[in-house]
T-cell receptor
């Protein structure tokens, strides 16, 4: 049973526009959420995170939004750049479960010049 | 800093053989994680260590899998005997804060 789901396997966006990636979770114990970016033949790279006590966290072009009641988080990339083309994973953890990360299946983003 | 180093980058072996994957974490990091990525199951945590001590190995699929961390700068993941269904990309990651993990480039394992 997938506790963290990314329902869109892929996303294509024009350079300069906004990319919106979505992630849903089922475990209400999750209290910390992260986004990782992965290029081919490389390991995932940490991008941005958010604690359950917040509903928004911003870092440059990247903003993560958390809607606890809907058990939904999203990552906004504005403006999108060709170098953002990668696979993006959301991950969640629960302090009660030892803070282990549970990853979603990933969304492949293609930013067209 | 060289980042997390994994070796080998690619491994092809035959069913029944022993496979050893190696990881050197980032200096100063006190957590080390082993993950496996497959098409079917995505990225899943196998085991993690804190200060060289295994904390949670509930993700290790079978007794054929074992992991050690003899010191702060080295860890191994061993599969003995290997099976075709073990074919995957294995990642090692380390962190000094539990959540922000730094991943290595991975080892692509193919078991024929």
């Amino acid at each position: 049973d997938q506790q963290v789901k990314q329902n869109s396997p892929s996303l294509s966006v024009q350079e300069g526009r906004i990319s919106i990636l979505n992630c849903d979770y089922t475990n209400s114990m999750f209290d910390y959420f992260l986004w990782y970016k992965k290029y081919p033949a490389e390991g995932p790279t940490f991008l941005i995170s958010i604690s359950s006590i917040k509903d928004k966290n911003e870092d440059g072009r990247f903003t993560v939004f958390l809607n606890k009641s809907a058990k939904h988080l999203s990552l906004h990339i504005v403006p999108s750049q060709p170098g953002d083309s990668a696979v993006y994973f959301c991950a969640a953890s629960a302090r009660a479960a030892g803070n282990k990360l549970t990853f979603g299946g990933g969304t492949r983003v293609l930013v067209k010049p | 800093d060289a980042g997390v180093i994994q070796s080998p980058r690619h491994e092809v072996t035959e069913m029944g053989q022993e496979v050893t994957l190696r990881c050197k974490p980032i200096s100063g990091h006190d957590y080390l994680f082993w993950y496996r990525q497959t098409m079917m199951r995505g990225l899943e945590l196998l085991i993690y260590f804190n200060n060289n001590v295994p904390i949670d190995d509930s993700g290790m699929p079978e007794d054929r899998f074992s992991a050690k961390m003899p010191n702060a700068s080295f860890s191994t993941l061993k599969i003995q005997p290997s099976e075709p269904r073990d074919s995957a990309v294995y990642f090692c990651a380390s962190s000094y804060r539990f959540h922000e993990q730094f991943f290595g480039p991975g080892t692509r394992l193919t078991v024929l």
